[in-house]
């Protein structure tokens, strides 16, 4: 039989796995620069901690895990007292792969909660699985980047995880814009507008005003039950222009009615306040845009909203956040305020990848590949094999005698730069020979220059 990946699953090449890390490492510095700390949560979790967390649709999405033995013992045992799927499921499943990092963390706080010193800041990077439709850019398997922390409710968290977006996507040299938003401010439209129970629908229609416009956003809120008196007192935020102060200032006298939407601008206010004057935050190339559109996690953030999207690029979002103050009181620990990040790694990946913005040097694998020719001459190049390595430059000898040709064709597809040559005449002259295989160049170098062979390139 032919072999075959599961669908919505990959490999990733020596090359790609070296891509990856690079985006890797480049987030763990700055997580750790701003002094969140690393933690690991098993690929599976109780489906009890799972259920129920992530909506209706969220739930069927959950990859289960079959019980060990004989899972159908139980089903047939009872069967005569099982009317619908979801009392079957307990007896077939008690564990399912998680389906993203926040709900995990969430357990992990509630079950050491006397442990850790408050405010607690981790970041997480660790593959997630979700039973979606496989399409480009969305995949079964794939990998968050998430920072959190919780047990602080200071805007200056927000600030901060702005800082962090901001420094990443400038060390990847990729121009974002970030745009913010406040659930606060999104809940007081909704009550101005008088219908508080329908603010999903609301917010949903807005967020495609760009794309279809106002007379098809409008038709669509009414499909949805929004009435058209509310409409009208919704249609001048369609409107709403300029820089963000402008926007928070209209924002203020549209909102003047509702404290829950005053609230939110006074925090909007505050958030966007640190990244201005003499003493403020300074960002590296990130914008930061007021978006009244922006509606995403609805369900669980109740202030900030955050989403991270690629300057001049029609990718959708690559990162995306916000406040969310009491998460952990699904798992018994209420009151625990808390804001968190993600990055899309894959799409990040993409992106980079397509506008060749991955750089060489933080590719390269092997840098010397030190050609073999007879066992007699093995000896000497062993040593300087370990002189090499020794000194942090990444090396490795052709592991059997063969001809040179082969061995050039071995560098060349694995992206080697360079293969050395050390043979009895060299080992005699107390000489090596490298050849630069972008270039063709062959240079001839005293051993004891070795180390610094890249300068004579």
């Keep these: ?19 990856r890390r690079y985006i890797f490492e480049t987030i763990r510095k700055q ?13 599976m979790e109780n489906l009890s901690t799972l259920t129920g967390k992530y909506g209706e649709e969220g739930d069927r999405l959950i990859f289960k895990i079959l019980n060990s033995g004989d899972f159908l013992k139980e089903v047939r045992e009872q069967n005569a007292n099982l009317e619908t799927p979801n009392e079957v499921l307990p007896l077939l499943s008690e564990k399912a792969l998680r389906y993203d990092l926040t709900v995990p963390f969430a357990r992990y706080v509630a079950m050491n909660r006397d442990k850790l010193a408050f405010p607690f800041r981790r970041y997480q990077m660790q593959p997630v699985w979700r039973a979606d439709r496989p399409q480009k850019g969305r995949y079964r398997e794939f990998w968050q980047c998430d920072a959190d922390v ?22 990847l040299g990729l ?20 219908v508080p129970d329908l603010i999903i629908d609301i917010t949903v229609a807005l967020d495609k005003l760009d794309k279809i416009g106002l007379e098809k956003v409008e038709e669509e809120m009414r499909t949805k039950g929004v009435p058209d008196d509310s409409i009208v007192k919704i249609r001048p935020l369609a409107s709403m222009q300029g820089s963000n102060a402008e926007k928070l200032d209209f924002l203020a006298d549209f909102l003047s009615s509702s404290e829950t939407g005053k609230q939110g601008v006074a925090e909007l206010r505050q958030l966007l306040g640190y990244f201005e004057g003499n003493n403020a935050l300074k960002l590296e190339g990130a914008e930061l845009h007021l978006d009244l559109s922006l509606a995403r996690g609805l369900n669980y953030y109740t202030g900030t909203i955050l989403e991270v999207k690629a300057r001049n690029i029609a990718f959708g979002s690559i990162g995306g956040g916000g406040r969310y103050d009491d998460l952990t009181g699904i798992f018994g620990l209420p009151n625990v305020p808390g804001v968190g990040i993600s990055f899309g790694a894959d799409r990040i990946y993409d992106i980079l990848l397509d506008a060749g913005l991955f750089p060489q040097d933080a590719i390269t694998g092997t840098e010397i590949l030190i050609a073999s020719f007879s066992i007699e001459e093995e000896g000497p190049c062993l040593g300087l094999l370990q002189l090499l390595r020794n000194s942090d430059i990444s090396a490795e000898i052709y592991p059997e005698p063969t001809k040179l040709k082969k061995q050039f064709e071995y560098a060349e597809k694995k992206g080697i730069p360079y293969l050395m040559i050390y043979g009895k005449s060299e080992v005699d ?14 240079i001839s170098i005293p051993v004891n220059d070795l180390l610094n062979f890249r300068s004579h390139f």
């Design 429 to 442: 002259a107390g000489m090596v020979n490298l050849k630069e295989l972008s270039s063709g160049r062959q």
């Design 31 to 43: 997580f750790e620069l701003f002094g969140y700390q690393s933690l690991e949560t098993p690929a």
């Design 150 to 171: 919780v047990g602080s409710a200071s805007l200056i968290n927000e600030a901060e995880l702005i800082q962090i977006y901001d420094r990443v996507f400038h060390a």
């Design 1 to 19: 039989m032919k072999p075959s990946l599961p669908k919505g699953t990959r490999d990733f090449s020596p090359l790609e796995s070296a891509r």
């Design 175 to 194: 121009p974002v814009n970030i745009l913010i938003n406040n659930r606060k401010v999104l809940t007081g439209v909704a009550e101005v507008a008088q």
